[in-house]
Structure formats: structure tokens, C-alpha cells
């Protein structure tokens, strides 16, 4: 992902040549505490399944991350979870203000789509649908963070639990492999990459779930405000066994689904990431 | 424009179909309490002022209202003007809380490109272009934002406060005659409406400074957050009378722009959009 990091930083520096604070606390979050590039890297391995040179998608990927981190920028701000450690850093806005912090979210949000539009390398028809399509799921995230919130200080139950997970954490999960598939031409896919995406978005929820009781925060790098903020969880919900089980099981339909539903040239690099997403250990 | 608001409350309803809270508070500021719509008024008459029929244009016109009632509502947060007055109601925050002004904000944000994306009347190189344009002055009117903030509490110099008003509130007026020069295919005259645009945008703030001193908050339908900031105005660093005059000259060199630099079919509805800004009373 060297070669990624070095992109990002260049088209970062030329769509926002702005001086100040907000310019800099963007950058804090997307490129100077970037986080482990979960999203990027599902765009890039999807491209490489199909067989192609993976380089043509880093525009893509990195929109896909300009919109995960507004998300948390904005998630982390005082007035929702009121976040203070993200990425064993201090969050955006302890160090630029909240104020900057919600500019600079708004920046990264309208970046993601300003990337996309300038690249070089995708055709307008590319463009349009991956506009389309992280749109889409970027308003299907804030649905998810809606139901988020709406579930503070409350008892929720299963059916709920699995839809804010679908929506808040699987959309851009299914964003990016529907990115990736965008990138490579592979539009008769788009429907089952946006299935595997639900998936992989609730098995990595309850993943996080089950670190937040098993992992203390220096090794995850956070807060765990869902206590604070009486959050039902999957393994509050379920206890902890099961929601590893579930967790697994989920997993596994989403190794399913790639093997069985998509037009790949080689399903390694995508199942790679997601034996990865498995073994992760914070 | 009673059709342009039949169609952005259907485009709104199919783009967003989540129950909630959220959804909620984006209609709120979108729909039920709209404002003026002088940058929609602005795309369709720079498309009507090039011959063309305007509802081609409503996408983008719904486009750049999106930006800048996102921008509204993250404007009114407590952490930002902490503003509770807006168009004679209540802020978003007042009513849906922080957190959801917060999402509603960064949803509209979202929005935006997804309805350009999804226009059905636009083609694909119109919707680039389209997409990369607004991308492009919503984050200069970011950058204005936070020239905003760094000049809160301070006596700020001309020169830093016609920066601050060309981006923060020229970038929109520019983003909305670029949008309708796209609809109209005049790429060529992006460059010139660009900076129409700059001008009517200083001149709109130097109206809205001139207001504040000359009007009661109930004629303007919000408060006045810039004294309680201690923002310096145009009024405070000219005057009123300079002020009143310096005004008038950036309306006439739009006005002149308009007549010269353009390749229009008829200038008269954009001139005529010109004329009611300049007469407009709050």
C-alpha cells in the first residue's frame, strides 16, 4: 500500500491547496493517522481478483476513505460520541476544535466525490456510476449511525442490531467492493458485491464487540464509548460465545459468496482480505 | 418555481427512503423550510438566459442548494455560530439535536452528487463535469468557513475579508452559474461565470453586513451571530456608506461581466436575477 499512501498524499495536496486549520486537520485524519486502510484495500484486492492492474482503482479507494474518515471525525465529535482516542492519537477534534473538525469532515465527505470526477484514469461512465454507488452508500452509513444513535440508552433487539451494523458499518464495506467491480467493468456483479459487503460489515462489528470486552484500549487505540453511551452490543445481545459463533458464520457466507456469485479472474486477493479481516487482532 | 419544489421533494424522497429522525431533520432544512433559493433561482436562469429549457437543469440546481443548506445547518451548530434563528424558524439542532443536525448535514453533503449521478436528463461528461465543479467550490467555500473561524475575535484587514467572502459565499453563487453553463453545454464560459459569481458574492455579503446594521432580527428571520463572534464586517471596516457603495460596484461588474464575457441567447433573465438581488430587503 506504499504506492497508495504516496497517491493519496499527492491528490489530497492538489484538489485542496487551501493554507489553515481546516486543510489541516484533514490531513491529520486521512493521511497523518490513516488507520489500518481496511476499505482501500478491499477496493484494491476486488480489482486485483479480477485480474486487474489494481493502480486503476486508487482514485476510487481513496473516495471511499475520504468517506469513512468524515464519518469518524464527525462520530468522534463531543455533540455524538464524544470521542477523545481514535488510532492510539488524540481525535481531529482535540487537537484542531470541534469547529475545524466538522469542516474538515465536510471537506473530506465533498473530497470523496471531487476525487472520483477529476481521476485519470477512469472513464466518465466509471465515474458516474461510482459516484452513483458511494453516494448511495455513504447516506446508507448515516442511516446506520441514525439507528446508532436512536438505540443510546436503550434495549434494542437482534433484528435492529443487525441492521445498524448492515447499514452503519456494511455500506462502505459494500461500497468498496462495488468500487472494485466498477473499476474493473464488472457491473453484472455489482448486486452480489453489495451482498458480501452486509456481510463482512456485521462480521466485523461483532469482531469489534467482542475486542472491546476481550482487549483493553492501548492495544485497540480507543475509547470504548458504547458503555458510556449504554450501546447494545452483539455480545451484550448474544454473550460472547455466540456472537463469536455468529460472527463466523457470517464471515464464512461471505467466503461463500465470493467463491460462488462472482465473475473473478482469481478469488485469492479477495479471500486473502477477508482471512485477514479473520485472523485481525485489534 | 413551484415546480422546481414538486421536484426536489420527490427527488428527495426516492434518494432517501429511511424512516427516521435523520431523514427527518435533512427534509426539515431542505424542504419544509427552504429559504430563498437564490442558488437554484441562479442555475435555472443562467440556463434560461443560454435559450434552454430550464428543468434540464434541476438536478443541479437541487445540487447546490443541498451544499449550501448542509452548510447551513453545520454553520448553526452550537460548536460553530451556535445559532438558534434561521429563515424565521427555529435551527436544525434546535429541533433534531446536535447529533442529528450533525448527520443531516453531512447527508445533504452526500446528496448532492448523488443527484447529479442519478440525473436522468443529464449525460455522463455534463455529470462530471458537474460533479468535479461543485466538488470544487463547496470545499472553497470549506476553506472560506474556516477563514471565517480564524478571523472570529480579531480585527481581520480588506483584503482578508473580500478572500473571505469571494470563497464562503461567492463559491456557491460561482458553483451555480458554472452548473447552469454545464446544463447548457457553454463549457466555455466557465471561466467567466466563475467570476461573476466571485462578484455577486461579495456584494451579497456586503448587503447582508449592510442589513444587520439596518434591520431588527425579526424582519431578517435569524439572529446576528457575527457581533456576539466579534466578526469584523464590511460595515465595521468601511462603514456604511462605503460599504453601500463598494456594494453597488461588484453588482455592476457582474452586471457588466454578464452583457460582455458571456455567449448568451438572452441575458434578460439573468440580469433580472442580478436586479432583485440588488433590490432584495432582507
Known amino acids: ?54 493502480s486503476i482503482s486508487y482514485d476510487l479507494a481513496m473516495a471511499v476513505e475520504c468517506i469513512h474518515t468524515y464519518s469518524l471525525i464527525h462520530d468522534d465529535l463531543p455533540c455524538m460520541d464524544d470521542d477523545t482516542l481514535r488510532r492510539g492519537v488524540p481525535t481531529n ?44 452508500m455513504a447516506n446508507g452509513m448515516v442511516y446506520g449511525q441514525c439507528i446508532d444513535l436512536a438505540s443510546e440508552h436503550t434495549q434494542i433487539d ?21 468500487l472494485g467491480g466498477i473499476a474493473s467493468s464488472h457491473d453484472e456483479d455489482l448486486s452480489a458485491l453489495e451482498n458480501i459487503g452486509y456481510d463482512l460489515g456485521i462480521a466485523f462489528q461483532f469482531q469489534d464487540d467482542i475486542f472491546d470486552v476481550t482487549k483493553d484500549e492501548v492495544t485497540l487505540g480507543k475509547n470504548n464509548s458504547d458503555v458510556r453511551n449504554e450501546k447494545s452490543t452483539s455480545v451484550s445481545l448474544f454473550g460472547l460465545t455466540k456472537a463469536k459463533t455468529m460472527m463466523q458464520d457470517y464471515y464464512d457466507h461471505a467466503l461463500d459468496l465470493v467463491e460462488t456469485t462472482l465473475h473473478l479472474a482469481d478469488p485469492k486477493p479477495l479471500q486473502d482480505f477477508i482471512h485477514a479481516l479473520i485472523k485481525r487482532d485489534h
Chains 1, 2 share one sequence.
Do not use: W
Request: aromatic residues 8%.
Open 93 to 136: 477534534h482535540v487537537i484542531y476544535g470541534p469547529d475545524n473538525a466538522t469542516l474538515a469532515g465536510d471537506g473530506l465527505n465533498t473530497l470523496a466525490f471531487e476525487v472520483i470526477a477529476t481521476s485519470t484514469v477512469l472513464n466518465d461512465h466509471q465515474k458516474v456510476a461510482a459516484t452513483s454507488t458511494l453516494a448511495r
Open 1 to 54: 500500500m506504499h504506492d497508495f499512501e504516496a497517491f493519496i498524499a499527492k491528490r489530497f495536496s492538489a484538489l485542496l491547496p487551501y493554507p489553515g486549520k481546516t486543510s489541516d486537520a484533514m490531513a491529520y485524519s486521512l493521511l497523518n493517522h490513516g488507520g489500518k486502510r481496511v476499505r482501500p484495500k478491499l477496493v484494491i484486492d476486488t480489482v486485483a481478483s479480477y485480474g486487474i492492474d489494481p
Open 158 to 178: 437482534a433484528q435492529t442490531l443487525l441492521k445498524l451494523h448492515q447499514y452503519k458499518t456494511g455500506c462502505l464495506l459494500s461500497a468498496a467492493l462495488m
